[in-house]
């Protein structure tokens, strides 16, 4: 190849293709032994990938010659940037690789044109793998469409994210998914024994057995963690243990796991599991997210969820929500632990949360619903009907027409709590 022009990958520095490996630049300077050691004991083959059999048992087609588009979902570290390295290799492809994060159009293009050549001039089969490909807009994706749909590369797209969800329709159509399972402790453990033996770390295998049990099936956290102890001395159990519970600990506040623990905070909160709520609180804390946030969520679960089966939980949140900002962190958590205890113990009823929703439904469905005229604030001096004031009657009630003739009943106070006395209440006046 040595007449060959030369082509560029994806931010315009210069490719060195070889059949199957990844295309860097001519100009870097990091050299392996100073990479972490997640990245210098990539597997070289397919054989060495741990969890390929049940890869290759659910998705067969992965096993035939030529390649078909396709995309990687799961977890960060199963190994789905490896796999498809690896896929290239095997099967005798060149392996372009492009970061949906650092690149735009133009540097996509510029890529698959790139990708074309090597086709084109050299009859070289081609993959393109796009890493984070859910980081894609649409212009994007848009842009793969005639390309994927002709067959001149094949696509590999990775992303920890649904695409069923986070692709368009038109890009999913023209791809296989395949799901990437995390890697089990046994697979885990095989992992780190290679790594202990090829790096020569020589860690006691009572610490390859601990690691796996902190990794959520995640490899590169299992390698990294690895490396980490190898760099300790006079490692103990007790701080190997240490070291890898405060590493961990995931959390995120802006993507899935922050939607996730949140869910299970209110949902625990309406199901009235106060031990369940309180651990939802520790993890929120732990990973860093606002307080304001969550007390902000509380009084919203206060009116939404108890709603009048305890008005007095509304109260509470709201005093949580003014003292928490005033307070702040560490402090606030014993605030936010408070009304998290109150809420979750005492009585729901979504009652007025189920009614405003139907009278918002009953409004928007019909054309302006007018006020009855001894209702209005200025009523016309010779309307038949007079308003009734109701503190001059017994009980300070006094039936009269408050809405228009056929208005449904949109609240239907529960038995729960102070609740109860307000639907007793409305039952007697409706007798009376």
Request: hydrophobic share 40%; aromatic share 8%; charged share 25%.
């Amino acid at each position: 190849m040595a007449d060959q022009k030369n082509l560029f990958d994806a931010h315009g520095e210069i490719l060195q293709p070889t059949s199957g490996e990844d295309h860097h630049s001519k100009n870097s300077t990091l050299h392996l032994e100073e990479a972490p050691l997640a990245h210098r004991l990539r597997p070289n083959t397919l054989e060495e990938f741990e969890g390929l059999d049940r890869v290759l048992k659910r998705y067969p087609f992965l096993n035939r010659p030529s390649l078909q588009s396709i995309i990687l979902y799961g977890s960060s570290g199963v190994g789905k940037t490896t796999l498809a390295r690896l896929l290239a290799v095997s099967k005798g492809y060149e392996f372009y690789k492009f970061n949906a994060v650092l690149g735009g159009v133009a540097d996509l293009k510029k890529l698959i044109q790139s990708a074309d050549e090597m086709r084109e001039r050299f009859h070289h089969k081609v993959i393109i793998f796009i890493d984070e490909i859910h980081r894609f807009n649409k212009a994007q994706q848009d842009a793969l469409l005639p390309y994927v749909e002709e067959g001149h590369f094949v696509l590999i797209g990775a992303t920890t994210e649904n695409p069923r969800t986070s692709l368009n329709k038109a890009l999913l159509s023209r791809l296989q998914i395949v799901k990437l399972e995390a890697l089990t402790n046994l697979e885990l453990q095989r992992l780190l024994k290679r790594a202990n033996e090829k790096a020569a770390i020589h860690l006691d295998e009572v610490y390859l057995k601990l690691i796996p049990d902190f990794c959520r099936g995640d490899a590169r956290v299992a390698l990294n963690s690895l490396e980490v102890l190898a760099r300790i001395e006079n490692l103990t159990i007790e701080k190997a243990r240490e070291i890898i519970l405060e590493k961990a600990r995931e959390y995120d506040l802006g993507d899935n796991r922050h939607y996730d623990v949140i869910s299970a905070f209110i949902k625990s909160l309406r199901g009235s599991d106060p031990n369940a709520a309180i651990l939802y609180l520790a993890i929120m804390l732990d990973g860093g997210e606002d307080p304001v946030f969550i007390a902000r969520r509380m009084m919203i679960f206060a009116s939404e969820d108890v709603g009048n089966a305890d008005p007095s939980a509304l109260t509470l949140a709201t005093s949580g929500l003014q003292a928490v900002q005033n307070i702040g962190m560490p402090e606030a958590r014993i605030i936010l632990a408070q009304v998290t205890t109150y809420l979750a113990s005492t009585y729901k009823s979504n009652a007025s949360y189920l009614a405003i929703n139907e009278a918002l439904e009953y409004v928007q469905n019909r054309p302006t619903i007018e006020v009855p005229e001894h209702l209005k604030n200025h009523p016309h001096k010779d309307h038949p009907v007079k308003y009734q004031y109701p503190h001059n009657f017994p009980d300070h009630h006094v039936k009269q027409a408050y809405s228009p003739k056929a208005t449904p009943e949109f609240y239907h106070p529960t038995s729960q709590g102070k609740e109860d006395g307000l639907a007793k209440r409305l039952q007697n006046l409706k007798t009376k």
